[in-house]
């Protein structure tokens, strides 16, 4: 992979701050500072409660969406597979197209901001070097200009509880420092303007203002 322009990067990531500092301000309250008010969200959003999980499945139901618990798994260099610790509910839409475009509930529920929300309403452009990247440009999508994490390893992923990694259940999906997780190919075709599966600002609690 060819190495990251620095003025491109950059730009990006102001471009995200400046976003992500917007929700925060819209967030606080006068007495409070938004560095207080952004660790509770966060970490709320790591481990939802069960209750809220339910809600949070329910709602997915609700506006089109299936429920899915996927595995995290990651694959060596050899070929090897184990399966991790690590297990996440996802709200998959499926278009009249077949297109599809999948998110952890929480954020899809949540009526705070998620990292995995804000990159969806940024919609940052993906640079030319991630158009040369043609292996898959979503995965440097996420990577570079989004700074979020997708495959574990050679090919480890978000995987349907039951199943093991294989080439038609690997999508790639971007996680985020705040554990809020979605689809790259999403997030990337949104870049430019392409709605796949679902328009999430449709369906998205959390709204930026």
Not at 50 to 74: E, F, H, I, M
Not at 152 to 157: A, D, K, V
Request: charged fraction near 15%; hydrophobic fraction near 40%.
């Amino acid at each position: 992979m060819a190495k990251r322009s620095s003025i491109g990067y950059n730009w990006a990531m102001r471009k995200l701050a400046v976003v992500f500092l917007l929700a925060l301000a819209a967030c606080a309250s006068p007495s409070n500072p938004p560095v207080t008010q952004v660790a509770a969200p966060a970490e709320a959003a790591a481990v939802p409660a069960p209750n809220d999980l339910t809600a949070a499945s329910n709602y997915c139901r609700k506006t089109g969406g299936v429920v899915q618990v996927r595995n995290a798994w990651y694959t060596t260099p050899s070929g090897a597979q184990a399966r991790l610790n690590g297990s996440t509910t996802f709200c998959h839409y499926r278009a009249k197209d077949k297109s599809t475009i999948d998110l952890d509930v929480n954020t899809l529920y949540s009526t705070k901001p998620t990292l995995a929300a804000l990159a969806y309403y940024a919609e940052l452009k993906i640079s030319k070097q991630c158009h040369k990247y043609l292996a898959d440009p979503a995965v440097c999508y996420c990577r570079q200009e989004l700074i979020g994490a997708d495959f574990f390893t050679t090919g480890g992923s978000w995987v349907p509880a039951g199943q093991r990694p294989n080439g038609n259940n690997r999508t790639p999906f971007c996680v985020f420092s705040d554990f809020s997780v979605i689809d790259s190919w999403g997030l990337t075709y949104h870049s430019a303007g392409i709605v796949r599966g679902m328009d999430l600002s449709k369906v998205l609690r959390y709204k930026p203002t």
